[in-house]
């Protein structure tokens, strides 16, 4: 024999204490369900370019979480800046998340189009074969790097590898320019001193 609940209504103190219990209930599960943030700490150098010091801001927050590598970026359009994200590699398990490909995929959401023409793209690090073709199907006009492909591979990326077997990036003279090397050589060596997962 089943026997059926009977739901009896709250009284006024029993309903206050339910509101209370379900308020505290609420406030430990935000306090303690997600991970916090972590800042980074200041840092006495900048990059010389606006844009791609926001790139590094990126970088820097998303090492300092474990989410991926020192790959910060932003996309720009008529001098705006209409997407941004850093590499989510580890923390999304998704070997696909580099810091261009969450840009581009903010920057299309935030735009609502698949196309960014006219946009140009600021990121810490030379992209990778895979990040290059995506900017390439995403119309996106004009790439500018800090680190090049071989100091992603003096920090133990492979980017290098997947160059030689795709031929290369000669081709696409005028495309890229590197500009403030010397301060994404500064985040390189801040994420080469970390304790990290290397993929």
């Known amino acids: 024999m089943v026997m059926k609940r009977i739901e009896r209504p709250l009284?006024?103190?029993?309903?206050?204490?339910?509101v209370l219990f379900t308020f505290l209930l609420a406030f430990v599960i935000s306090a303690c369900g997600g991970q916090k943030q972590k800042k980074a700490p200041e840092v006495s150098w900048k990059a010389e370019n606006a844009y791609m010091q926001m790139a590094v801001d990126e970088a820097r927050e998303g090492i300092y979480n474990g989410d991926g590598g020192p790959f910060g970026c932003v996309i720009v359009r008529d001098g705006k800046v209409v997407g941004s994200g850093h590499n989510c590699v580890l923390t999304n398990d998704d070997s696909t998340c580099h810091g261009e490909i969450a840009a581009i995929r903010d920057a299309?959401?935030?735009l609502d189009t698949y196309?960014?023409?006219?946009?140009?793209?600021?990121?810490?690090?030379?992209?990778?074969?895979?990040?290059?073709?995506?900017?390439?199907?995403?119309?996106?006009?004009?790439v500018y790097y800090g680190c090049t492909i071989e100091d992603n591979a003096k920090i133990g990326f492979r980017d290098e590898a997947f160059d030689d077997i795709f031929g290369g990036r000669e081709t696409l003279t005028g495309y890229f320019e590197e500009?403030?090397?010397?301060?994404?050589?500064?985040?390189?060596?801040?994420?080469?001193?970390?304790?990290?997962?290397?993929?």
């Open 11 to 18: 009284s006024g103190k029993r309903r206050r204490s339910f």
């Open 108 to 110: 299309e959401q935030n």
């Open 179 to 199: 500009i403030d090397r010397s301060a994404c050589l500064k985040l390189f060596e801040e994420y080469d001193r970390m304790e990290k997962t290397l993929y």
């Open 115 to 142: 196309d960014l023409d006219g946009c140009e793209l600021y990121t810490t690090g030379e992209p990778c074969t895979m990040c290059l073709a995506a900017c390439l199907w995403a119309n996106i006009e004009k």
